[in-house]
């Protein structure tokens, strides 16, 4: 299995700030991976795919960058509505893994 | 416009076999490009992939719960469903279905998602 290592668990900034979200893969992934924002009692909503391609709708404060076992989220000038949790998710191999989450709190 | 909604028990028993149906809308299952997945999330909070079924009938299974799982498909329905046996209390979790179209682009990932279904195994 390939596994997703998320980090921080937990990142604490201010409204305006910039989040530096890591997701780590076990094993080269190319650029299978994709980030999911997930507000409390929400399904999980995709943000990045194939690690750098924003979906249609998505803010361009956020942005992804990475390839193969290193990849990033970076949020930009925070809003209130960006305060939630963050997982990361691979399609390179079976079985699909998501990462453990990252939770940005103010 | 794709949509999905799972629907099942909201208390099951232990070792009780679970079934959970995935209703879906704005999109056929096709044989090896559009599928249905299930993923579930536990209170803790993590996300787990747990099976995910093409059109044709390809199935592929989270290796570590695939001697309790079975995923089928009615296409003539729109209906994905889930069994999963002998539950225990670490099967309590919210089940997701989610839409998954293969060969690039955002649908490539789990785009579409229902709105979840929440799961308690208790006695």
């Known amino acids: 299995d390939t596994l997703l290592t998320q980090s921080p668990a937990t990142l604490s900034l201010s409204p305006g700030e910039t989040a530096t979200l890591s997701c780590r893969a076990s094993?080269?992934?190319?650029?299978?991976l994709a980030w999911y924002q997930q507000n409390r009692g929400q399904a999980p909503r995709l943000l990045i795919y194939?690690?750098?391609n924003r979906v249609t709708g998505v803010p361009a404060r956020f942005s992804g960058s990475g390839s193969e076992t290193d990849f990033t989220l970076t949020i930009s000038s925070l809003e209130p509505d960006d305060f939630t949790t963050y997982y990361c998710?691979?399609?390179?191999?079976?079985?699909?893994?998501f990462g453990g989450g990252t939770t940005v709190e103010i | 416009q794709v949509t999905l909604k799972e629907s099942g028990p909201t208390l099951v028993k232990p070792t009780q076999t679970v079934t959970l149906t995935c209703s879906f809308s704005?999109?056929?299952?096709?044989?090896?490009?559009?599928?249905v997945a299930w993923i579930r999330q536990t209170p803790g909070k993590a996300l787990e992939w747990l099976a995910l079924?093409?059109?044709?009938?390809?199935?592929y299974y989270s290796p570590s719960l695939q001697s309790r799982l079975t995923i089928t498909a009615d296409t003539s329905k729109n209906h994905v469903v889930l069994t999963m046996t002998n539950v225990g209390p670490v099967d309590t979790a919210t089940y997701y279905c989610?839409?998954?179209?293969?060969?690039?682009?955002?649908?490539?990932?789990?785009?579409?998602w229902g709105q979840g279904t929440l799961v308690t195994v208790s006695s």
């Open positions: 079924i093409y059109g044709d009938g390809e199935k």
């Open positions: 194939d690690a750098s």
């Open positions: 998710q691979q399609r390179y191999s079976w079985p699909l893994t």
């Open positions: 094993q080269r992934i190319g650029s299978d």
């Open positions: 989610a839409h998954r179209r293969r060969f690039g682009g955002p649908e490539d990932f789990f785009q579409h």
């Open positions: 704005g999109f056929s299952l096709d044989p090896g490009r559009v599928g």
